[in-house]
Every structure is written in structure tokens, then in C-alpha cells.
């Protein structure tokens, strides 16, 4: 099992920043394809952004390029999402997602292309 925990949500303006983090114990991020998705009250499950394994290579949603970034530091094994720009639309619970199912890298899009979740972390942007 892998045990993910995000935080760093809150409340911000329009066009502000915050940067989330999803942490774990007894494992290495590194050797998982890791992503972000987030969540709007009424609305499907969306993807935000993706590692694949080892960190080859990333990818984002069309919705967030240019202003959110994802990183991992392998000393804290820590998945950081840093946000700028943010809009209300931006407005979900954002989750980390972890999966051991793809042996390649490449980077997956789709939530049921992972297996480990965190519980979520709220992120709201006032107009």
C-alpha cells in the first residue's frame, strides 16, 4: 500500500499562488508514476498534471500549462504542484495520485490509470 498526503490548499485571490505538496512514508516517489487531478463539485475527476516513472518526462492539461509546475524532490520525497495565476475556475479538491502499474515512461492521464490516492486537499480562488 502507499499512503499519500496532500496539503497546502486553502483560500486565495484571483491570480495568486499556492503550491501543494503530496508526501509518503516506506516508499520512493520516484519509482511511481505520479499525478495531479482535482475535482469541482458536479464535475468529472480532472487531470491537472503527470510524472511518468523515473521521472522522464511530464505532462500537463491544457487547462493549467504556463501556470502550474510540477516537481519532485527526491531528497524529501516530496510531489510538489506549485500554482500561479490562479483562477476561480481552479477552484476543486486536488488530489496525488500514485500508480506501480505502468513499467515505462510514460506519462498517464486518465484517474483510472491509478491505484493510490490521497484524500484531497481544498483549493479555492476567490474573484
Known amino acids: 500500500q502507499v499512503h499519500l498526503v496532500e496539503s497546502g490548499g486553502g483560500l486565495v485571490q484571483a491570480g495568486g499562488s499556492l503550491r501543494l505538496s503530496c508526501a509518503t512514508s516506506?516508499?520512493?516517489?520516484?519509482?511511481?508514476?505520479l499525478g495531479w487531478f482535482r475535482q469541482a463539485p458536479g464535475k468529472e475527476r480532472e487531470f491537472v498534471v503527470g510524472?511518468?516513472?523515473?521521472?522522464?518526462?511530464?505532462g500537463y492539461g491544457d487547462s493549467v500549462k504556463d501556470r502550474f509546475t510540477v516537481s519532485l524532490d527526491n531528497a524529501k520525497n516530496t510531489l510538489y504542484l506549485q500554482m500561479n495565476g490562479l483562477k476561480p475556475e481552479d477552484t476543486a479538491v486536488y488530489y496525488c495520485?500514485?500508480?506501480?502499474?505502468?513499467?515505462?515512461?510514460?506519462?498517464?492521464?486518465?484517474?483510472?490509470?491509478?491505484?493510490?490516492w490521497g484524500q484531497g486537499t481544498q483549493v479555492t480562488v476567490s474573484s
Open positions: 495520485a500514485a500508480s506501480s502499474r505502468w513499467w515505462s515512461e510514460v506519462v498517464r492521464t486518465a484517474p483510472r490509470d491509478y491505484e493510490y
Open positions: 516506506g516508499r520512493t516517489l520516484s519509482s511511481y508514476t
Open positions: 510524472i511518468s516513472r523515473s521521472g522522464g518526462g511530464t
